[in-house]
């Protein structure tokens, strides 16, 4: 069997974490957690993981930051594959996101907890397009 | 019998007013000086040359004054026509101590007194009208925050990832399910109301097909259009890709066909019919519905408001949905508006056109009128969100 894929979950509300996490876990896979924007992009930057999972408000830095820092990174960064995952539904950051060719904007009370897990397995075994190459 | 109305220049007014004066101080100066020679006892001839110098030397005195006092009439009179017009800025140039001077100051120091209060109301306005959408943006993305960890942790007993749960724990906790959905719903709505009251919602119009959109709209309820079996016809004129907001357009509809399916019992039927005239795409949705009842069609595109046959009849809903439609319609430029009784479909499909007085009072017809040139762009910083 393939090495576990690793996924980073960036996450302030740690009530929204855990279940997530848990089912992330249940299906094999290695879950990273992060309680806020720092800790989320030093530990992207370092554990260079399979998939970023990004919440947008957060204290100490706010995933939209996160993410333009992310792909400020010119080696793994520029590529990561990154999903936000929020409450903030703001088109506004949609197309903000989709700049930094961050195209997945999910609104977690639109999606069931095994939607999310769906969506991320299929984006780990699809992969993700990369618009800016 | 309809009254004429002279329209006058400020330039006529200040004018006459000075003609007058001017033949007023000439003709009292002469007569004055007439006076006083006659009784002296002088000529006629001599009385003739001087009264005629004193009136010609009294003429040009007094109409330089006059021609001064006319300048500074209109100089005033323009300065009270800026302010009316909202121009605040400009000033009167004050040289004189004297009545007019004092006049001008007066209305300097008014102009001065509105140009602040203005600025004053115009920034607190925007301190209000910010401190509002703030509010709805944290407030919205705050109450989610909990929902959706409802949301989640009950999805997680229900799918027995905590353990396993009888049959009756499951149909409880779907229902607990179904009430947060709900919940949901209505922060939805409400911060799509917010949005709409506060203005700040944007129209971004593209080349649109409109026939599409209301493919779209019909297929997201395609799962109660079964359950009910429901039959809906389409009676579609070919149709030119419309400038509209694609979003906004699909809020509309959706909100329009989900109520004609939600409100149409079991077996009923719903009609699409889209024509065009000259200047708009007209759209008729009927359905064999229950029917708005005829008191309470007046608040029917109210804030909130639910008829009270579709609450008995569907007690999901936010209340916020035609509410939401006649807004974005009539800041796109469109219409709504609807007819209840309409009993049309029915009539229709009984082929001898013989209901009962019942099924007269049954049916709804709502009624969207786009014109064709498309909506009016509008700049805002948000954009509606609510999809049921």
Redesign the interface.
């Known amino acids: 069997m393939s090495e576990k894929k690793t996924i980073l979950i960036v996450e302030d509300e740690e009530l929204m974490l855990t279940p997530l996490a848990e089912k992330l876990k249940n299906q094999g896979f290695e879950v990273v957690k992060a309680h806020d924007g720092a800790e989320g992009l030093e530990k992207a930057l370092k554990l260079h993981p399979d998939i970023v999972i990004l919440d947008i408000v957060m204290p100490k830095m706010d995933g939209m930051t996160v993410m333009k820092k992310i792909r400020e990174d010119q080696k793994w960064g520029k590529d990561a594959p990154i999903v936000m995952l929020t409450n903030l539904n703001d088109p506004d950051k949609v197309s903000e996101a989709a700049n930094y060719n961050v195209f997945d904007f999910l609104v977690k009370t639109d999606w069931k907890l095994d939607e999310v897990v769906d969506f991320i397995k299929q984006k780990l075994e699809m992969g993700f397009i990369n618009f800016s190459a | 019998m309809k009254k004429k109305r002279f329209k006058i220049s400020h330039k006529e007014v200040a004018m006459s007013l000075s003609d007058k004066i001017l033949i007023i101080i000439s003709s009292s100066l002469t007569l004055v000086v007439v006076g006083v020679v006659l009784l002296a006892g002088f000529e006629v001839e001599q009385i003739l040359l001087v009264g005629g110098s004193i009136y010609t030397l009294g003429f040009f005195l007094t109409f330089g004054v006059s021609r001064s006092f006319s300048r500074r009439m209109l100089d005033l009179t323009r300065q009270i026509e800026e302010m009316a017009a909202g121009n605040l800025s400009t000033r009167l140039q004050v040289n004189s101590r004297d009545e007019i001077g004092q006049l001008a100051r007066a209305v300097n120091d008014l102009t001065k007194k509105l140009e602040t209060g203005v600025a004053v109301d115009v920034s607190r306005h925007k301190e209000i009208s910010q401190a509002k959408t703030d509010f709805v943006?944290i407030a919205?993305?705050q109450l989610?925050?909990p929902?959706?960890?409802i949301?989640?942790?009950l999805?997680?007993l229900i799918?027995g990832?905590a353990g396993e749960i009888n049959d009756e724990q499951k149909k409880y906790l779907t229902e607990a399910y179904r009430g947060n959905e709900r919940l949901?719903e209505l922060?939805?709505g409400l911060?799509d109301v917010s949005r709409i009251d506060l203005g700040t919602f944007s129209i971004e119009p593209e080349p649109v097909d409109i026939t599409e959109i209301v493919d779209r709209a019909c297929d997201k309820f395609s799962n109660l259009i079964i359950k009910n079996r429901l039959t809906i016809k389409k009676e579609i004129e070919k149709m030119p890709k419309i400038n509209l907001d694609p979003r906004l357009t699909e809020i509309s509809f959706e909100h329009i066909i989900s109520n004609s399916i939600k409100y149409t019992p079991v077996g009923g039927t719903i009609k699409i019919k889209m024509k065009r005239d000259k200047e708009n795409a007209l759209f008729k949705i009927t359905d064999t519905g229950c029917g708005i009842p005829e008191e309470q069609q007046p608040k029917i595109f109210t804030k909130l408001f639910r008829a009270e046959n579709a609450r008995k009849m569907e007690s999901v809903g936010t209340g916020l949905g035609l509410y939401i439609v006649k807004a974005v319609m009539e800041k796109a430029g469109g219409k709504i508006w609807f007819k209840s009784p309409s009993p049309e479909l029915l009539l229709e499909e009984n082929e001898d056109q013989n209901i009962d007085n019942k099924d007269k009072l049954r049916g709804t017809s709502f009624y969207l009128s786009i014109p064709l040139k498309g909506m009016k762009g509008k700049s805002g910083?948000?954009?509606l969100?609510s999809f049921k």
């Open positions: 943006n919205s993305h989610r925050t929902l959706s960890i949301k989640w942790y999805d997680y799918s990832d949901i922060v939805n911060l910083t948000k954009k969100t």
